[in-house]
């Protein structure tokens, strides 16, 4: 079965700095992989995915997430935060089987607070 | 519609009262999601639709809950005799079908049970 760990719960980084958010998963096959945002009373928006191919994949808000096989990883990272970065995110794992889009299992989350 | 649509947004309701949870997904979205968010807990996978194969009812915590969709779009979320481990927000998605696709979520229903 799928399953996806964030093990930081809360991080909390100053605005200019670089951030690093973990994400393992478990899956017996290539994953599907997404990234993620939820800002304060907004719903989730997708920041980036990995389907196949390159394993540095860019998102929006000049965030990037690299593909570890070997690590099982895929953490995101931006090189400068911003105050307005400052959200919920979530690392999700899906399977596509049988010609179809199974559901995704999600992580539960990494809270991130910017210091000014 | 432009984006997944959810009502109502906020739902306060007593303990053992049965609530519905309404979802209309995006236009020509095949596949609908639900999912549970509570808080420290992440999303919790509740149920999937796909066109007309059987839903995976797998992540359903109980015999309480349960979903239809009719006509392939708008989807309902029952939960019967509510509980106070109930509260929670409920989310949908939807995507398109025919593969790994990116889910585009509603905004949320806020339950309360007292």
């Known amino acids: 079965a799928q399953s996806v760990t964030q093990p930081d719960i809360h991080i909390t980084v100053s605005e200019g700095a670089s951030l690093e958010l973990r994400c393992n998963y478990s899956?017996?096959?290539?994953?599907?992989l997404f990234w993620y945002v939820q800002s304060p009373g907004q719903g989730l928006q997708l920041l980036l995915k990995y389907f196949s191919g390159d394993t540095l994949v860019q998102g929006i808000k000049g965030f990037e997430a690299e593909f570890k096989r070997s690590q099982s990883s895929f953490n995101l990272r931006k090189p400068s935060v911003h105050w307005s970065d400052a959200a919920e995110y979530f690392c999700a794992v899906g399977a596509f089987t049988g010609g179809s889009q199974g559901n995704l299992i999600f992580g539960k989350g990494t809270k991130l607070s910017v210091k000014p | 519609g432009a984006g997944v649509s959810q009502s109502p947004s906020n739902k306060v309701t007593e303990k053992g009262k049965d609530v519905e949870l309404r979802c209309d997904p995006i236009s020509g979205h095949t596949a609908l999601y639900w999912y549970r968010q509570s808080l420290g807990q992440g999303l919790e996978f509740l149920i999937y639709f796909q066109g007309n194969s059987a839903p995976d009812k797998s992540g359903l915590p109980s015999d309480r809950f349960s979903a239809e969709r009719t006509g392939g779009s708008v989807s309902t979320l029952t939960i019967q005799r509510t509980q106070q481990e109930d509260s929670a927000v409920y989310l949908c998605?939807?995507?398109?079908?025919?593969?790994?696709?990116?889910?585009?979520f509603g905004a949320g229903s806020r339950l309360t049970v007292l």
């Open positions: 899956y017996g096959a290539t994953p599907y």
């Open positions: 998605a939807s995507s398109l079908a025919g593969g790994a696709n990116v889910l585009t």
